[in-house]
Nanobody
């Protein structure tokens, strides 16, 4: 069974930085693209960033100047560094990954809450 587990969320103040991490575990053959999404209150889940196995990445246009995605293939981890956070970044942040078990499937983590507030 494959699991994605996020960590690093919490309550921060406006202007703070935060680093989220996600690790994939289980009977994994290979990990392809990994990504971070978020769901803000009352809104649909949206893309933050994805990163391919070769390290190339794509970002949501409005976030790429404050967010940086990275991965360590050998550790099956993906991280998201976020800077200058504002209340509009309050959301549940989800990790996902395309993983080969017996076939390729996309898996999601349970999410980690990030709250930006005074």
């Amino acid at each position: 069974q494959v699991q994605l587990v996020e960590s690093g969320g919490g309550l921060v103040q406006p202007g703070d930085s935060l680093r989220l991490s996600c690790v994939a575990s289980g009977n994994i053959g290979a990990v392809d693209t990994m990504g971070w999404y978020r769901q803000r209150p009352g809104m649909a889940r949206e893309l933050v960033a994805i990163i391919r196995r070769d390290g190339s990445a794509d970002y949501a246009e409005t976030l790429e100047n404050r967010f940086t995605i990275s991965r360590v293939n050998a550790e099956r981890t993906v991280s998201l560094q976020s800077n200058n956070l504002g209340p509009e970044d309050t959301a549940v942040y989800f990790c996902n990954a395309r993983i080969l078990v017996q076939r390729w499937n996309v898996y999601w983590g349970q999410g980690t809450q990030v709250t930006v507030s005074e």
